[in-house]
């Protein structure tokens, strides 16, 4: 939660539009040209980028960044901006009296100005925002009221305001006034009429252990209680406004999908970034402190060796060993086995729960029984490419029930696509079904 260094604008300086790149955690990327009069240097430095591309963490102003982003490029937002509440008052910190300034980044510059940043990197942040992505936003009574009035003024629809109750939130010292023991999380969608993802059976019937207030089997209500950060979760250090796991944990899962890209203009330690990494989402984060970025790259190592050691010791080789062959081996050349009880089973966690609609491209090479496993697509484009790639090509479509399908690569994460072996620089939406099984 760093606030961009603000800057005098060049009104000489020309954007140039970021190209549509390849992976979504690209959408920054900038075509570069040796003409002098548009040529554009990144407004960013790429600080991280974990090896399957699915995590870019950039140094630099998320406003100047985003206001030359790919548009509508992202799916959801959570941005926990300056409270800009330091001053020369002090508060309670692990027992002790210490000082309110978290950094020259969380001065107020007046109530004006403050509100104006507000409305500026807000902006910015529905410019690349999709039509149904939703942006959530942290904060106290000392900027959560500006940033409300700010998202107004963007035009944004609210969908619902939390309250984030903290029962270990830390005692008042002047005992003149309530003991502060929660803060305010807006929830709002870009446009009003568009569908935005609320995810509302996991939310109501999830595992949602350590919130007293959360009744198993009943909906979830607006009033949330998760305990501030736990110990394990400052290991390397922290962040003076971090949010727990916990609490990221239910907003990515409530309001995303795998695979969807989420963005934190203000990264911070990037608790953001590790709940969207853990559950299967992509993630670009954004600061202007480098001290934290170094932090969150700690983090984020940490939190993929966890990860590799459970997956490795959680996949059984059967599994690894026949998706990894039908991926790489091509099924043109060998026939390949249907899979056993013991790997169907497994990969049953990946089945979607309602039927589908899906693609394939046919010709004359794949469309002889060479196995009893066929490789369909959610995506009409990638069959028409596959169905041209031979003479007389022709794509069929058709609808599937979840008993009829053996693996469906979107709902994997990261981490689950590389040790299956759908290792592929281009995601092909691919779903595995089970041949002659079509609704």
């Not at 629809?157 to 010292?173: G, T």
């Not at 983090?299 to 062959?325: G, Y």
């Not at 990946?350 to 066929?374: A, Q």
Request: net charge positive.
């Amino acid at each position: 939660m760093t606030k961009p260094k603000r800057t005098k604008k060049d009104t000489n300086k020309k954007l140039i539009k970021y190209n549509l790149p390849e992976s979504s955690t690209d959408f920054y990327s900038i075509k570069e040209s040796s003409d002098s009069d548009n040529y554009q240097k990144r407004p960013f430095t790429v600080y991280y980028k974990n090896p399957e591309q699915s995590v870019r963490l950039l140094l630099g102003d998320c406003i100047e960044i985003l206001n030359q982003a790919r548009e509508n490029s992202v799916d959801m937002i959570f941005a926990d901006p300056p409270y800009f509440l330091s001053s020369g008052s002090f508060t309670c910190q692990n027992g002790k009296m210490v000082s309110v300034k978290k950094g020259d980044w969380d001065l107020s510059n007046g109530t004006k100005k403050n509100f104006d940043f507000h409305v500026e990197w807000i902006k910015a942040c529905r410019r690349v925002l999709k039509p149904n992505g939703t942006i959530w936003i942290s904060g106290t009574y000392h900027s959560i009221y500006q940033c409300g009035f700010a998202l107004e003024v963007n035009k944004f629809h609210f969908l619902n305001d939390i309250a984030w109750f903290k029962p270990n939130a830390s005692p008042n010292l002047s005992c003149r006034f309530f003991t502060a023991s929660h803060e305010t999380l807006l929830w709002a969608r870009k446009e009003k009429k568009a569908k935005h993802t609320f995810n509302y059976d996991s939310m109501k019937n999830g595992n949602w252990h350590g919130d007293q207030l959360k009744k198993p089997g009943l909906q979830m209500r607006s009033v949330w209680s998760i305990n501030t950060p736990k110990p394990t979760e400052k290991t390397f250090g922290k962040h003076p406004t971090q949010k727990p796991l916990d609490l990221l944990k239910r907003i990515v899962l409530a309001s995303t999908n795998k695979g969807d890209l989420i963005l934190d203009p203000f990264a911070g330690s990037s608790t953001t970034g590790l709940a969207a990494y853990r559950y299967g989402r992509n993630f670009v984060g954004i600061d202007t402190e480098k001290q934290y970025l170094d932090l969150s790259v700690k983090r984020f190592e940490e939190l993929e060796k966890n990860m590799e050691n459970k997956f490795s010791n959680s996949i059984p080789a059967v599994v690894s060993a026949w998706t990894d062959k039908y991926f790489h081996q091509s099924a043109f050349d060998k026939p390949l086995k249907i899979p056993n009880n013991n790997v169907i089973n497994f990969l049953s966690k990946f089945r979607p729960l309602k039927p589908v609609k899906l693609f394939r491209g046919i010709h004359k090479l794949n469309g002889e029984n060479y196995t009893e496993i066929e490789s369909w697509t959610y995506d009409r484009k990638i069959a028409e490419k596959y169905a041209e790639s031979e003479e007389n090509g022709k794509v069929e479509e058709a609808t599937f029930s979840s008993d009829n399908i053996l693996l469906d690569t979107t709902l994997l994460d990261s981490m689950e696509k590389k040790y299956l072996g759908y290792d592929y620089k281009i995601d092909d939406k691919e779903v595995l079904i089970f041949k002659k099984t079509i609704l």
